[in-house]
């Protein structure tokens, strides 16, 4: 019986490794740093062209020209296994959602190149917004503040916002709670269901 539960707790460790990538850091260094203010402006510049404006509200963020939208702030590392995994079912979420969702995907944890984002991208079919700027360790210890997160950082990490505020998301680990994040790899059919019902919420505000 004792080897059944040393077999148990193994297989457990194992599945963490796989379902989401994890950094010693603690939290709290996260929270040393120098906040944003309400107003403030972040250019990101998406690696393959383009770029948006984050601005700063009371409490979250909204994009210029799209505050109307619904944000997916998505951290991943191209290093990471469980984001190379979903990458591509991130972009078909995106394309069915791409009327009122904007996804944005930030490198955390690493130090590459444009070109290196570029080839996950197309290694792994990540074709949408992906940010690979110095401000990205900041607007995630930003978000972690705001949302006031204890645990252990992990990637993939998401956020989504609707109008400045952070959403209320399914807990994937427990059906009877919300959270605001998801953490590692989430199946997107979830995430479709999370934002249909914050549109629908829209539709009747």
Known sequence: MKAFYVKALLLGILSLF????????QVQNDFLFDEYQKGDELVLQ???GGSKTL????NGFVIKGEEG??????????????CKEEASYLTQLWKNNAKDFV????????????????QFAHDFGA????????????IIAQVLKDINY?????????VV?????????????????SVKFYLGKIPTELMQKDLNTIKEKNAKN
């Not at 996804?103 to 570029?118: K, M, N, Q, Y």
């Open 127 to 138: 074709f949408y917004f992906l940010s690979n700027s110095d401000q990205n360790e900041r």
């Open 46 to 48: 998406n690696v393959n």
């Open 161 to 177: 916002l609707q109008n400045g505020e952070y959403q209320d998301l399914s807990d994937y680990y427990n059906s009877s709670k």
């Open 69 to 82: 939208k619904i944000i997916m702030l998505d951290f991943f590392g191209t290093f990471c296994a469980p």
């Open 150 to 158: 204890q645990n252990m950082e992990q990637l993939p990490f998401k």
């Open 55 to 58: 601005i700063r509200t009371q």
């Open 103 to 118: 996804l944005i995907g930030l490198t955390h944890f690493e130090s590459v190149s444009d070109e290196a984002v570029r």
């Open 18 to 25: 796989f379902i989401a990538c994890k950094n010693q850091e």
